[in-house]
């Protein structure tokens, strides 16, 4: 199997995942600074090889495993380190369901791939909100410069864990029919 460059950029991605978590245990002045521009950097990328592989064409099966494998694995990794960092309840409680949801997502797709039903459960506009609030979250959240910032990460961290609900519950009623077979 030939790589192409959408795979090679989904790679970086996983590739970021070991310096933003370094750099989070940094004891430095700009080390949560860094771990937020090397995660964004991952998060950002998300789009652009998706982007490129539909614009040129070079949608491959490996691809499309590989990009929501590492979508989950530099979340749920940066969601930890969010989980560490403020070891709060009212951290842990959204940060936990966001975790259950990806994983009940993750499950349902694999189902409904199984039984050749993968086209009805594409992603979602609930999804794409889900997605850019969950990033917007965790870089705000990573970077912590201050209590009001931390504020809006945590409003973020909220409504990302309410628009996630949603989501899933869209995608179950999507397969609903299927489930009950």
């Known amino acids: 199997m030939r790589f192409n460059i959408p795979i090679y950029i989904t790679i970086f991605r996983l590739i970021t995942i070991p310096f933003f978590t370094f750099s989070f245990y940094i004891q430095n002045k700009n080390s949560s600074l860094f771990s937020a521009v090397i995660f964004f950097l991952g998060a950002i990328t998300d789009w652009f090889d998706g982007f490129l592989a539909r614009k040129t064409k070079k949608?491959?099966?490996?691809?499309?495993?590989?990009?929501p494998v590492v979508d989950k694995i530099i979340v749920i990794t940066a969601l930890t380190l969010i989980l560490e960092f403020f070891h709060t309840v009212w951290i842990t409680i959204p940060i936990t369901l966001l975790i259950i949801r990806e994983i009940i997502v993750s499950a349902l797709r694999q189902w409904a791939a199984y039984i050749g039903k993968s086209k009805k459960i594409k992603?979602?506009?609930?999804?794409?909100?889900?997605?850019?609030s969950q990033m917007l979250s965790i870089i705000i959240l990573l970077w912590n410069p201050n209590y009001r910032i931390q504020i809006v990460g945590i409003f973020?961290?909220?409504?990302?864990?309410?628009?996630?609900?949603f989501s899933m519950m869209y995608y179950f009623f999507l397969i609903r029919k299927d489930l009950c077979k």
């Open 123 to 132: 992603v979602s506009f609930f999804g794409k909100i889900k997605t850019t």
């Open 156 to 165: 973020f961290l909220y409504f990302t864990t309410i628009i996630a609900f």
């Open 59 to 67: 949608i491959t099966k490996f691809g499309t495993f590989l990009d």
